[in-house]
């Protein structure tokens, strides 16, 4: 499959607990973004990376998130002391930056519940 | 605030006709657009970019793009009840830039 690949598909975590999701891009695709989606809702934007560099970085978003993308392939997203209100689908999308425009591609994303 | 603003629905057609979905975005200098499809409890799929006035086709459907009017439209011909789904607009505000804005979508729903 070389899709957008998100790991794991489904987290329960006790609140204050600290998680941690994966997302592996489509192998050619230099830009990876994450989005945090509730129910109802569009996914909202949280970050996104070109390559290895953090490009933009939601003014929402706490500072318990982080994510990284070390070598430019794979990417982490990682939420401390997490709260009921972090309860929500994490989706990683990626694309290929071009003039054109950029698709962009979503995994299947993690679905993670708080409890 | 960048926003991009579609009407939450439902939207009920009944299977053969055709679904309209419609979205408006506040930035002016948005240079691309794009549509995708959910399902329920699913990840978003990509269905159709657009990225200069006028329409696209691609089968069943059609983006329909005015810049001047900062609207872009989505038809979907010969509705099928596998269209049922949630249909989400989104926007670049810069040309191959920043990360898309989404709007809440609209679901749709095809009665046989």
């Known amino acids: 499959d070389t899709g957008v690949s998100q790991d794991p598909r489904h987290k329960i975590t006790k609140r204050g607990q600290n998680v941690t999701f994966r997302c592996d891009p489509i192998?050619?695709?230099?830009?990876l973004y994450w989005y945090r989606q509730t129910l109802g809702q569009g996914p909202e934007f949280l970050t996104y990376f070109q390559n290895e560099a953090q490009l933009e970085k939601s003014r929402l978003l706490s500072d318990r998130f982080s994510a990284e993308r070390p070598k430019g392939s794979f990417s982490t997203l990682e939420i401390q002391r997490t709260e009921q209100g972090d309860s929500a689908m994490y989706l990683c999308a990626s694309s290929l930056a071009s003039q054109g425009g950029t698709e962009a591609f979503f995994g299947q994303g993690t679905r993670l519940t708080v409890v | 605030q960048k926003e991009v603003e579609q009407n939450s629905g439902p939207l009920s057609v009944p299977e053969g006709a055709i679904a309209s979905l419609n979205c408006t975005y506040s930035?002016?200098?948005?240079?691309?657009f794009f549509w995708y499809r959910q399902y329920s409890g699913k990840s978003p799929e990509l269905i159709m970019s657009i990225y200069s006035n006028g329409d696209k086709e691609d089968g069943r459907f059609t983006a329909q793009l005015n810049k001047a009017s900062q609207y872009v439209s989505l038809l979907i011909r010969d509705s099928q009840p596998s269209d049922s789904a949630t249909y989400l607009c989104a926007v670049n505000p810069w040309q191959a830039g920043t990360a898309l804005i989404f709007g809440k979508g609209t679901t749709l729903s095809v009665s046989s």
């Open positions: 192998s050619e695709h230099n830009r």
């Open positions: 930035d002016r200098v948005s240079q691309s």
